[in-house]
Structure formats: C-alpha cells, structure tokens
C-alpha cells in the first residue's frame, strides 16, 4: 500500500489511476527542489546578517560596543533637564548611574557640577556618538532613557598586559580596561594639532633639564598627540613643569607626551601633544595603571597597528627668544642746600645791668653727583 492509499484526501480528492503519475514525478524532483529550498534560504540569512552587520556599524560608535537590547524593568523617568548648578534627587540618581558604568561625575552629593558635566561630556561622546563640538552637558529625558539601558563598553584591543588604556582622538574620550572591563572613562584634551612657540619652565630631571635648578628657555614644537600603540614607562607625582607645560601627575608613554591633569580641560584639542584629564581623575588615575601598560591611540584614520609606535616631532630653540638680563637703576645724586645757624652769645654790661645779644652766621653746603 502506497502513501496515496493511506491518506487519498491529501490530494484534494484526485482521482486513485492519476496518484502513481503524480507521484513519480513529484518524487523524482524532490531532492534537487529541497537543496534548492535550503541553498536560497542560506544565501537569504546571509545577505540579511550581512545587511544587519553594515547598518550596524554605521549606526554605532566604531571605538566601542554599546549593548542597549535590554531595559531593567524598574525605571525612574525624569520630569526635567538636567543641567550645571542644578540640585537634587534626580541629580544624584545621574550621578549614580554614570559612576555605575565608571564615567567620573564626581562627588555622588546630589550637585550638578562641572566634574559632572565633563563626565556627560565623555558619556555623549564615546555612547551616543555625539560629536564632540557639539556635546552639551546636560541630561535630557531622552538621554536619561539611554543611560538607564544594559550599556557594555568593550574595548577595542584584547592587549597583553593585565591593564591597559585606549585613547579615542576623535571622541576625545579615555577609558582604562582592566581584564577587559572599564574602570574609567574620562573626558580628555589631546594635542592641538598646529605649531608653537612659548618661554617654557623646565624642572629638573625632565627632559631639556640637567641642573638642579628650575630653568627657563624658549622652545617651539608641533603639538600633534600621535596615534599608535606605546607602553606606560614614567611617572612624576605632583605638579611638574617641562617642555610641554604643566603637568599634574604626569604618566608618560611617549618621549614627553603623558597622561595628566590639567585645570583646563576643554572640549576641543587644546594641549601641545599630551592627553589630559580633570584635575581629579588626574589624582587617582596613576593608581590604575601600571609601566609597561599598553596604550593604544586611536585616531579614527587607520589602525594602531599601522602607525607602530610613531614618536612625536621633536621640539628646537625658539630663534626668537632671548634671555633678558636683569636691570639694576642707580640712584641718581641732587645737590641739596643745609643751613645750619649758630648763634654766638654777646655779653654786654651796661651799669647794673647786664644785657646779653646774639650774633647768627650761616653755613651753605653744596652736594655735587
């Protein structure tokens, strides 16, 4: 007994003479037609990933990975704009949040700072692909909505030191990895990219320096921070002076340009080759890394590793300059005039009576320069 005798009905009632020709010619084709099913629908999964991956890429952040498909399930929304100066639960609450996902906003106290805005700052930047001329500072609904989300920032390299640090130029945008986790994520200021000429101070034992004394002299660089891949070798502690300017908590990783803080830190390049952070990340930011830490400097042209570990043009004497000696001004001499009296007792006696006159003279001195 055939299939067709089992289930007549599956043919819509075909008549029992007509099955075996139906049949041999449907079983005949049956095998080429299923390859062919699965042959399409493999090059459709393929063409749509493929689809998938490109919208991808374009839509998202090409320095990191940022995975917001899933949403906790307890939200709080936001009934204003955040912003600088402003006070409140809801502050801290961002605050909270952007610690949480190690941005640094500062003292979690519930104050719109400007530790929080710079952290806002980096938090548009590396996360929402905002470009970095146009990042406000200010926390929006909408944004509030973002931040709130399952974010995961990844690093772009698997380096091989246990830490290691990934500089995005065109974010302006620091973050530090530890077994490939952030650990920070920091608002930073790179070089300006032009040429300068400054009277700098040098302290000693930093490069340009061999004395035991602070030194002047006048300088001119490029101040270009070179993309690439480096290793943390030195650090300083406290507040330095070299070639480059002030450096707070200097960690250098290339010739002279260094990880530091500064007082400004803008949202523009602003620094003659160095990356520097707020003054406050700057205080502990030597603790997270350690010599021999990887740095790679992305610059959003082509890859590290094809630039190598490029070193940053050298500085020359400023032909301009010149050291102004000293002056010292003497004073000059004016003749002055003394009078001086003396009077000379006269005694007269007349009779009984005794009567005493006085005779003045006059001296005249004369100073002459």
């Not at 939200?75 to 190690?102: A, S």
């Not at 077994?179 to 340009?208: A, F, Q, R, Y």
């Not at 042209?301 to 570990?309: D, T």
Request: contains cysteine.
């Amino acid at each position: 007994m055939s299939f067709f005798d089992e289930f007549p009905d599956e043919f819509g009632g075909v008549e029992p003479d007509t099955l075996p020709r139906i049949y041999s010619k449907l079983d005949r084709w049956r095998f080429a037609l299923v390859a062919f099913a699965v042959l399409m629908t493999v090059i459709a999964v393929g063409v749509l990933s493929s689809g998938s991956e490109n919208s991808s890429s374009e839509n998202s952040n090409p320095d990191v990975v940022v995975d917001t498909s899933s949403v906790p399930l307890n939200t709080v929304p936001l009934d204003r704009t955040l912003e600088i100066g402003m006070k409140g639960d809801d502050v801290l609450r961002v605050q909270q949040r952007l610690k949480d996902l190690r941005f640094d906003p500062g003292p979690i106290d519930g104050e719109f700072g400007q530790n929080t805005v710079q952290a806002m700052w980096a938090f548009e930047k590396l996360v929402m692909s905002v470009p970095r001329e146009r990042a406000t500072g200010v926390v929006t609904p909408s944004t509030w909505a973002i931040m709130q989300s399952n974010l995961t920032i990844k690093p772009r390299r698997i380096a091989d030191s246990p830490s290691h640090v990934e500089i995005y130029l065109p974010e302006q945008v620091l973050v530090v990895f530890k077994k490939d986790e952030p650990v920070l994520i920091t608002h930073i200021s790179s070089g300006t990219g032009v040429p300068w000429c400054e009277e700098v101070k040098i302290d000693p034992g930093e490069e340009g320096n061999k004395t035991d004394q602070q030194i002047k002299i006048g300088i001119c660089g490029e101040a270009v921070t070179p993309a690439g891949i480096f290793y943390f070798y030195n650090r300083r502690t406290g507040m330095r002076e070299t070639k480059l300017g002030s450096l707070y908590n200097p960690v250098y990783f290339n010739y002279n340009i260094a990880v530091h803080g500064a007082i400004l830190v803008p949202l523009k390049p602003a620094s003659h080759g160095c990356v520097r952070i707020p003054m406050s990340v700057a205080r502990y930011f030597p603790a997270l890394v350690a010599y021999g830490d990887r740095v790679y400097v992305f610059d959003g042209i082509k890859e590290p590793e094809e630039y190598g570990s490029p070193i940053p043009p050298f500085d020359k004497p400023d032909p301009n300059y010149t050291t102004i000696a000293a002056e010292t001004t003497l004073p000059t001499s004016v003749s002055t005039t003394i009078s001086t009296a003396t009077t000379l007792p006269t005694v007269t006696t007349v009779g009984s009576v005794t009567t005493t006159s006085s005779t003045t003279s006059s001296t005249t001195s004369s100073t002459t320069p």
